[in-house]
């Protein structure tokens, strides 16, 4: 059996940026009314919930999202809370046609006694119980600091639709801000949201655009009076605002103003008396340049975003922030990949395995399913290359295992992107696998997880999921036509690449331009091996020649080694 070369590309998960302290849980307490809290938590439980409202409604149709602010303690006269929400409904009311919905939930998480562990998962399963009762994606609860001087502010947010998994994410303001702390409050708010996170996050960008130029001026020209780290806090809010937008419009050059928001940040965090702000900065910085790097033909944006994740593992330690530890463990791990891939050896894909099964020891099935699950896919994902790499059936068998594990809790109704890009990482894979054995059932397997995959990736929801998919199924399809007689299949094969191409320009994205590239150079041999039109070399030649010239750019040693003996099966087809 000929064997053809074929780049494939499996999709990166989006990388999550774990702002502040960051903790998953799980509850079981009462969520009927509202007025749940008096009813349950006992003076024994270390803190109180008073609550003064009937039940909240589902959020209007026309919300995006909701923003449930409780009241504070030691906030005379919940001052600072309604100055919450007055501040973010002046500035959701801005956007045209997307209301905010933002609510006051006049209800105390007041912390009384117990360690500081008990007192936080105490009152992180009320916040998250409050969330799901008040209908709400975000509930900002905290309290004023002692001497009144910050608002030492808890955001509680579930990870994704419908996922049953919440994280809190801890976030300290001056005072000082005045009106003023409704930017950087809306920047983070906005963050969190699981509409930024998911493909459908395209939705959220004009919230992002009008909060940057007021994020910008609070970043530059901060109130008088703040210490570093509160100036820091305000360049940090900017950065998220940068990020987002820059991910979420394909910005390069916003999210390189990001990367740079960020690292003006960490310098402005204490390492010694800030750690955690200070890993966490440096978390999100790693995120930013990994969101660039994986669209740059240069490998330097994926070199600095490891260098970055690494950087936040010497503060966040397994037995004291695992789930921020887990986290970052993924991260790097998805940018070990990312530059394995482009390399010629397996050591990257080795140390991402190695940093996939480390974010699995901290990301449990029972604890963090959603997570856990993503993290199975990821782990599948680097397998998948380096038993492609390699050669192994071992391994992609072991890739098509954890995609499997993967598929026990993402589901399509639950959370379907993720399902989507599951389906199409295991077809990846076991287009991969089928190369290695003569039967086709394998094949037919990958084309039908592609087209599944496809029924959730559109072009106008997700462009570069649904360009990825459509270059992996013309690869699948490339080679069931190699192995047919006849060439019915080859218009089918090249269509998918090309429509791919209509997303992934040489200047949006190089790196997959090329491949795209490769792969049509690919399918023109198969031509050619079926008709003996030398038209069809000289098609193949120009494609491979193209795509050779921007893997050398890039500096990605394996990809040009691939181009290169592309090369050398046209030329013997020629009889050179």
């Known amino acids: 059996m000929?064997?053809?070369?074929?780049?494939?590309?499996?999709?990166?998960?989006?990388?999550?940026?774990?702002?502040?302290?960051?903790?998953?849980?799980?509850?079981?307490?009462?969520?009927?009314?509202?007025?749940w809290a008096t009813a349950r938590l006992r003076p024994e439980d270390a803190m109180a919930c008073v609550t003064r409202a009937t039940p909240l409604p589902p959020q209007p149709d026309t919300a995006l999202f909701r923003v449930a602010v409780t009241y504070l303690p030691n906030?005379?006269?919940?001052e600072f809370s309604r100055l919450a929400v007055e501040t973010l409904r002046g500035l959701y009311s801005e956007l045209p046609g997307?209301?905010?919905?933002?609510?006051?939930?006049?209800?105390?998480?007041?912390?009384?006694?117990?360690?500081?562990?008990?007192?936080?998962?105490?009152?992180?399963?009320?916040?998250?119980?409050?969330?799901?009762?008040?209908?709400?994606?975000?509930?900002?609860?905290?309290?004023?600091?002692?001497?009144?001087d910050s608002l030492d502010l808890r955001l509680s947010h579930e990870t994704g639709t419908d996922t049953g998994e919440f994280r809190v994410a801890r976030f300290a303001l001056?005072?000082?801000?005045?009106?003023?702390?409704?930017?950087?409050?809306?920047?983070?708010?906005?963050?969190?949201?699981?509409?930024?996170?998911?493909?459908?996050?395209?939705?959220?960008?004009?919230?992002?655009?009008?909060?940057?130029?007021?994020?910008?001026?609070?970043?530059?020209?901060?109130?008088?009076?703040?210490?570093?780290?509160?100036?820091?806090?305000?360049?940090?809010?900017?950065?998220?605002?940068?990020?987002?937008l820059g991910r979420q419009r394909a910005e390069p050059e916003t999210l390189r103003?990001?990367?740079?928001?960020?690292?003006?940040?960490?310098?402005?965090?204490?390492?010694?008396?800030?750690?955690?702000?200070?890993?966490?900065?440096?978390?999100?910085?790693?995120?930013?340049?990994?969101?660039?790097?994986?669209?740059?033909?240069?490998?330097?944006g994926l070199q600095s975003a490891i260098a970055a994740f690494e950087a936040a593992l010497t503060e966040r330690h397994s037995d004291t922030?695992?789930?921020?530890?887990?986290?970052?463990?993924?991260?790097?791990?998805?940018?070990?990949?990312?530059?394995?891939?482009?390399?010629?050896?397996?050591?990257?894909?080795?140390?991402?395995?190695?940093?996939?099964?480390?974010?699995l020891t901290g990301f449990t099935r029972d604890a963090t399913p959603i997570t856990w699950a993503n993290t199975q896919m990821a782990l599948g994902n680097a397998l998948a290359t380096l038993g492609e790499r390699e050669?192994?059936?071992?391994?992609?068998?072991?890739?098509?295992?954890?995609?499997?594990?993967?598929?026990l809790e993402l589901t399509r109704d639950r959370v379907p992107f993720s399902w989507a890009a599951l389906q199409m990482n295991r077809g990846t894979a076991l287009s991969v696998l089928a190369r290695l054995e003569p039967r086709t059932a394998r094949l037919e397997s990958a084309v039908a997880a592609h087209r599944a995959a496809l029924t959730v990736f559109t072009r106008d929801k997700a462009p570069n999921d649904w360009a990825m998919t459509q270059s992996n199924l013309g690869n699948a399809l490339a080679e069931i036509a190699a192995r047919e007689p006849g060439a019915a299949r080859i218009p089918e094969a090249r269509a998918a690449q090309e429509a791919a191409l209509t997303v992934w320009t040489r200047e949006a994205a190089p790196l997959q331009w090329a491949m795209t590239q490769g792969n049509l150079a690919n399918l023109a041999l198969i031509a050619f091996d079926k008709t003996a039109d030398p038209a069809h070399l000289?098609?193949?030649?120009?494609?491979?020649?193209?795509?050779?010239?921007?893997?050398?750019?890039?500096?990605?040693?394996?990809?040009?080694?691939?181009?290169?003996?592309?090369?050398?099966?046209?030329?013997?087809?020629?009889?050179?």
Request: with cysteine.
């Open 174 to 244: 001056p005072v000082a801000l005045g009106e003023a702390l409704g930017p950087p409050l809306a920047a983070r708010t906005a963050a969190l949201v699981r509409l930024s996170e998911e493909e459908a996050g395209q939705y959220t960008a004009p919230i992002f655009e009008l909060l940057r130029p007021q994020t910008a001026q609070l970043a530059t020209n901060p109130p008088p009076g703040l210490t570093e780290a509160q100036r820091a806090v305000l360049v940090e809010a900017h950065a998220y605002v940068l990020f987002f």
């Open 98 to 148: 997307a209301a905010i919905d933002v609510v006051t939930v006049p209800c105390i998480l007041r912390e009384e006694a117990g360690s500081e562990a008990e007192i936080a998962r105490r009152a992180e399963s009320v916040a998250e119980a409050l969330a799901r009762r008040a209908h709400a994606d975000v509930v900002i609860w905290g309290e004023v600091g002692g001497d009144r």
């Open 321 to 359: 922030e695992p789930l921020e530890w887990a986290q970052t463990q993924l991260n790097l791990g998805i940018a070990l990949r990312s530059l394995g891939q482009r390399e010629s050896g397996t050591a990257r894909l080795r140390a991402a395995i190695a940093a996939f099964e480390a974010a």
């Open 257 to 300: 103003a990001a990367a740079a928001s960020f690292i003006i940040a960490i310098a402005g965090y204490d390492r010694a008396g800030e750690r955690l702000a200070w890993a966490s900065a440096q978390n999100s910085l790693g995120a930013a340049l990994l969101t660039l790097g994986v669209r740059e033909a240069s490998p330097a």
């Open 75 to 78: 906030d005379r006269d919940e």
């Open 391 to 407: 050669g192994s059936a071992a391994r992609l068998e072991a890739a098509i295992a954890a995609y499997d594990s993967a598929l």
């Open 538 to 576: 000289d098609e193949a030649e120009a494609q491979a020649r193209a795509a050779r010239e921007v893997f050398v750019k890039a500096q990605a040693a394996h990809m040009v080694t691939m181009a290169d003996r592309l090369l050398a099966d046209i030329a013997t087809r020629r009889g050179g």
């Open 2 to 35: 000929r064997r053809y070369l074929g780049w494939t590309a499996a999709v990166a998960l989006a990388t999550t940026i774990a702002i502040g302290v960051v903790t998953g849980l799980a509850t079981d307490l009462p969520r009927t009314v509202l007025d």
